[in-house]
């Protein structure tokens, strides 16, 4: 396949028909800035090969241009069958939804004939087409993983190679494993778990019954005969309870215990007094240490906030004078401030005075050249406001735009009519001809005619063609009607008028363009900057001031700002020591007060005591007194302690022998319960023949689970053979790509000399590339290394296509936007040489980096 040219009109920014001629075979580039309609042609094309003419889908949509319309684009190509070409329009309207279908200039089909015929010109590569497989979209840097091109590319390599069916086993391999899953699908579901209601999940269900009820039988035979053993030894066991002898020991064992059990209580009685004497002692020792401890600590508080108190009353005063001194000298430091101040300031006056009179001399000359531009400036605001009336006395742009469209429509609708008129094409065999009054109709040649004929044919006679009533003009008339009536309502009698009324505003347009500029170069900052700035020029003034230069003037201002300056350093001297001087009166203030109110909280403590010391000096002779009466309580409890016995265990003993009776009685009872319980079941069990059932569930049990093993061994032998067979198909896959990485080869030495890509046989996608021995994933590759992969791939498709006589374009759309400038040389060399087996055509935007590329320079041109 070879395309030839392409035309679009109403496509996206192609408002106006345009076109591309003199596509060649071989490389052909169109190189154009961005935004020059590149990728929309792209678009356009993959569009008019692949969707239908009634697509309204969202890539269908977007090819309609901003002011609306029907896109519409004609392609010329051809292949082995011939030469064709290709008409194609979509519209939100049926009736104008369009596609026609030429070969050899002969139409052959329109609407789905048209369509029916093009899928099979354009029909999948196992068909022998090229389908969309070569297309690389701009900013591509992979291949995609899923949907058509993965499908695409599979399909090309099984029609290209040919020898899939014979390595793969083709469909007997299918048949076979067709045959297979379908044994295995008797047994199991298709996520592998046993078929609900299959030979195998019966055969499972059927031993799983035979082994819960085995399990019953065998736990009621060994129940039978545990129940038998528990009986004799419950009978044992109650024969020891009983024994006469065995109750009298237990008795007697209760009635020692509870005799040295009422001795050790009346012992505890005892101790626990001298236990309550020592407590209260200690007490009245822990007391009077603590009424001791706080009277010492409040004669120590009070003696230590006296001296603290004298202290800080002695720092005060020295504190207080140094504030005083601080703040007169603070006072002082302000008033000289004041004085520099007013010096400074007067020095100020007399140099703005001197400046202001040296300026206003030397000024009249930059007045005059702002004058000079305010008037410019005035007059080109007086041309631009009246050209801007101009512009809005002009038509508007909408009704414009709205009888534009009305015009066009006209045009549509007799092309219309024509298209859709009787015609005739003639065929000259003979010496014959056919005229049309007088004039002879030339061969091959569609002859519309709307409003019928009168034909003489050579030696014949002649034939009138009637119109009917499918040539009516309706359309033509109405859309006419609809354009005088637009005319009419915007106050314009025709065209003409409208279109200089037109030309009148672009006048107008360009004369307020004029205006703007000139008024921008006088004012750049507008009129109203330039006339504060004229007025903030001084006026020459005569002064009767005695007035210093202006040097000597700005030595007097620096002599008085530095004198105000070291007045100033002073002034922060002399606030400097005020501070400090404040902030030491605050803290020793703060000293006094705390001092004060700790010597005064240590009064309040003693208060009520005439005498601390002497009161301190009574206490200590009561406590050691009380501490003698707390050693006799604490040998009194000691030697108790060690006298008396242990009641806890005795009564630990005690209750042990009472429990040993209370134990006996409860167990004689729940033996005698047990053993009915006993009697019963062993009664009951032995009436079931549980043992001749258990003997004949082990037979089933056991041809159940022979059954079940074989059922098993099937399917394990049926999936190791799908197994086998899918690993035989997976070799065969392998050698499937091996083609493609024939043509790779040589492509790939060329970016990468000894390198090695690989490609998945399922996907037919690159997964990996091999340079120096280091593998590195597909994915991880930098965009630009992607890109050039992507682009060679295709090129190893498109190579196998021409080799097998069905060459098919390669067509790019900025398809190595991320090719550094040395590997884009090679790239190019690439592009040359392969494009001598089919067509490559390139779109880019890389005016300058694709000036080398070489091949067939192709431009968009308007349609004529």
């Known amino acids: 396949m070879q395309i030839h040219s392409i035309r679009l009109e109403n496509v996206r920014r192609f408002t106006d028909p345009v076109e591309i001629k003199g596509i060649g075979p071989g490389l052909n580039v169109l190189s154009a800035h961005n935004e020059h309609g590149k990728s929309t042609i792209f678009d356009a094309l993959h569009a008019a090969f692949f969707l239908d003419r009634k697509s309204m889908r969202a890539d269908v949509a977007s090819l309609i241009p901003h002011p609306g319309g029907d896109p519409e684009v004609t392609i010329s190509f051809s292949t082995t069958a011939g030469r064709w070409k290709l008409l194609k329009r979509w519209s939100r309207t049926a009736s104008r939804k369009e596609v026609k279908l030429w070969k050899d200039d002969v139409l052959i089909g329109q609407e789905d004939q048209a369509e029916a015929l093009l899928t099979d010109i354009l029909k999948a590569p196992k068909s022998g087409g090229p389908a969309g497989l070569l297309w690389?979209?701009?900013?591509?840097?992979?291949?995609?993983?899923?949907?058509?091109?993965?499908?695409?590319?599979?399909?090309?390599?099984s029609s290209v190679t040919g020898e899939v069916e014979a390595m793969t086993g083709?469909?007997?391999?299918?048949?076979?494993?067709?045959?297979?899953?379908?044994?295995?699908?008797?047994?199991?579901?298709?996520?592998?778990?046993?078929?609900?209601?299959?030979?195998?999940?019966?055969?499972?269900?059927?031993?799983?019954?035979?082994?819960?009820?085995?399990?019953?039988?065998?736990?009621?035979?060994?129940?039978?005969?545990?129940?038998?053993?528990?009986?004799?030894?419950l009978h044992r066991e109650l024969d020891e309870i009983e024994d006469p002898e065995e109750k009298l020991r237990r008795a007697a064992t209760l009635k020692e215990a509870e005799s040295a059990l009422a001795d050790a209580q009346r012992a505890a009685g005892k101790l626990h007094g001298a236990q309550e004497t020592e407590a209260r002692t200690r007490a009245q020792v822990e007391g009077a240490e603590e009424r001791l401890d706080r009277l010492t600590k409040a004669i120590s508080e009070r003696d230590l906030a006296e001296g603290a108190l004298q202290s800080t009353q002695q720092?005060?005063?020295?504190?207080?004078?140094?504030?005083?001194?601080?703040?007169?000298?603070?006072?002082?430091?302000?008033?000289?401030?004041?004085?520099?101040?007013?010096?400074?300031?007067?020095?100020?006056?007399?140099?703005?005075?001197?400046?202001?009179?040296?300026?206003?001399?030397?000024?009249?000359?930059?007045?005059?050249?702002?004058?000079?531009?305010l008037s410019a400036a005035e007059a080109a605001r007086t041309d631009l406001e009246k050209a801007n009336a101009d512009v809005a006395l002009g038509p508007d742009e909408r009704i414009v735009g709205r009888i534009t469209k009305l015009a066009q429509a006209v045009e549509i609708a007799r092309i219309g009519v024509e298209a859709s008129a009787p015609s005739i094409t003639i065929s000259y065999f003979g010496g014959g001809r056919v005229r049309r009054g007088g004039e002879i109709l030339k061969e091959a040649t569609r002859v519309a005619l709307p409003d019928g004929a009168d034909l003489e044919l050579d030696g014949i006679g002649r034939m009138l063609v009637q119109p009917g009533s499918g040539s009516s003009s309706d359309t033509v008339s109405r859309a006419e009607t609809a354009l005088s009536e637009a005319l009419e309502a915007a106050g314009f009698s025709d065209r003409a008028s409208l279109d200089e009324a037109v030309q009148s505003r672009v006048e107008a347009e360009d004369r307020a363009r004029n205006a703007s500029a000139n008024l921008k170069a006088a004012a750049p900052d507008g009129i109203e900057t330039l006339q504060a700035r004229i007025a903030a020029i001084p006026e020459p003034a005569e002064s009767d001031e005695d007035l210093p230069a202006v040097g000597e003037a700005e030595a007097a201002e620096a002599k008085a700002i530095e004198a105000l300056s070291d007045v100033n350093v002073g002034?922060?001297?002399?606030?400097?020591?005020?501070?400090?001087?404040?902030?030491?009166?605050?803290?020793?203030?703060?000293?006094?007060?705390?001092?004060?109110?700790?010597?005064?909280?240590?009064?309040?403590n003693l208060e009520g005591i005439s005498d601390p010391e002497k009161e301190a000096e009574t206490l200590e002779g009561e406590l050691a007194g009380i501490r003698d009466d707390l050693k006799k309580a604490i040998d009194d409890r000691v030697a108790l302690e060690a006298d008396a016995p242990d009641a806890a265990a005795l009564k630990i003993t005690?209750?042990?022998?009472?429990?040993?009776?209370?134990?006996?009685?409860?167990?004689?009872?729940?033996?005698?319960?047990?053993?009915?319980?006993?009697?019963?079941?062993?009664?009951?069990?032995?009436?079931?023949?549980?043992e001749e059932e258990l003997a004949d569930v082990e037979e089933k049990r056991d041809q159940a689970r022979s059954t079940l093993?074989?059922?098993?061994?099937?399917?394990?032998?049926?999936?190791?053979?799908?197994?086998?067979?899918?690993?035989?198909?997976?070799?065969?896959?392998?050698?499937?790509?091996?083609?493609?990485?024939?043509?790779?080869?040589?492509?790939?030495?060329?970016?990468?000399?000894?390198?090695?890509?690989?490609?998945?046989?399922?996907?037919?996608?690159?997964?990996?590339?091999?340079?120096?021995?280091?593998?590195?994933?597909?994915?991880?590759?930098?965009?630009?290394?992607?890109?050039?992969?992507?682009?060679?791939?295709?090129?190893?498709?498109?190579?196998?296509?021409?080799?097998?006589?069905?060459?098919?374009?390669?067509?790019?759309?900025?398809?190595?936007?991320?090719?550094?400038?040395?590997?884009?040389e090679t790239m190019f060399d690439t592009l040359n040489r392969q494009a001598l087996d089919f067509q490559v055509i390139v779109f880019s935007c890389r005016q300058r980096a694709f000036r080398d590329l070489g091949g067939i320079q192709l431009s968009i041109e308007p349609a004529i």
């Not at 390198?755 to 994933?777: C, F, H, N, S, Y």
């Open 136 to 157: 690389v979209r701009q900013g591509l840097v992979g291949l995609e993983e899923k949907g058509d091109e993965q499908n695409v590319r599979r399909d090309l390599l």
């Open 170 to 233: 083709g469909r007997r391999m299918d048949t076979i494993r067709a045959s297979v899953k379908a044994s295995i699908s008797r047994y199991l579901t298709s996520t592998g778990r046993p078929k609900k209601d299959g030979d195998l999940a019966r055969a499972q269900e059927e031993l799983q019954d035979l082994d819960q009820r085995h399990a019953a039988l065998q736990s009621a035979v060994s129940d039978l005969g545990n129940d038998l053993g528990e009986r004799r030894r």
């Open 315 to 373: 720092s005060a005063e020295p504190a207080n004078e140094r504030l005083a001194a601080a703040e007169t000298a603070f006072a002082d430091a302000i008033k000289a401030q004041k004085v520099a101040e007013e010096a400074a300031e007067a020095a100020r006056a007399v140099l703005k005075a001197s400046t202001r009179a040296e300026l206003a001399a030397t000024s009249q000359t930059r007045r005059t050249e702002l004058l000079k531009n």
């Open 571 to 604: 002034l922060e001297k002399a606030r400097t020591e005020k501070d400090f001087a404040h902030r030491e009166v605050t803290r020793v203030s703060a000293e006094l007060s705390a001092a004060s109110e700790r010597h005064a909280r240590a009064i309040r």
């Open 654 to 690: 005690r209750d042990r022998a009472k429990t040993a009776i209370e134990n006996a009685r409860i167990r004689v009872e729940d033996i005698r319960v047990r053993l009915a319980e006993l009697d019963t079941r062993i009664r009951a069990t032995a009436s079931d023949a549980v």
């Open 709 to 824: 093993t074989s059922i098993e061994t099937e399917v394990a032998v049926l999936g190791k053979l799908l197994d086998a067979l899918d690993a035989a198909r997976e070799e065969a896959r392998e050698r499937y790509v091996e083609p493609v990485l024939i043509e790779l080869r040589p492509l790939i030495d060329l970016l990468w000399p000894e390198a090695e890509l690989q490609i998945d046989a399922e996907t037919v996608m690159p997964t990996k590339l091999v340079r120096r021995g280091t593998e590195e994933d597909f994915d991880v590759l930098s965009g630009g290394t992607r890109e050039q992969i992507a682009l060679l791939v295709r090129l190893a498709f498109a190579q196998m296509l021409a080799k097998d006589g069905r060459p098919a374009p390669v067509i790019l759309d900025d398809a190595i936007v991320y090719t550094d400038d040395e590997r884009i």
